[in-house]
């Protein structure tokens, strides 16, 4: 699922959980910018991590960890793109 239905999905969900509360197309867009925003954040923080752990577990080859942390960086971003956008 790509996060834009995802995204989407949870509008969908918060909108309804609000019985009585209409929300505009303007305030609707805005959470929906919020939880991709709040998505992309998180995978970009779990790779952070396992970067970190990478440095750590590889320390005296610290060249072959930049090598891991740059591919690392690279795949993140990848998928932060590929479902980032419908198909």
Not at 3 to 26: C, H, N, Q, Y
């Amino acid at each position: 699922m790509s996060l834009d239905r995802i995204a989407d999905k949870t509008v969908r969900s918060l909108v309804r959980s609000i019985p009585g509360l209409e929300f505009t197309e303007s305030q609707k867009d805005e959470v929906r910018r919020l939880v991709l925003e709040s998505l992309a954040n998180t995978v970009d923080e779990s790779a952070a991590v396992y970067r970190d752990a990478t440095v750590v577990c590889c320390g005296p080859e610290a060249d072959l960890a930049h090598k891991i942390n740059a591919e690392a960086d690279r795949r993140t971003q990848l998928l932060i793109s590929s479902l980032s956008y419908d198909r």
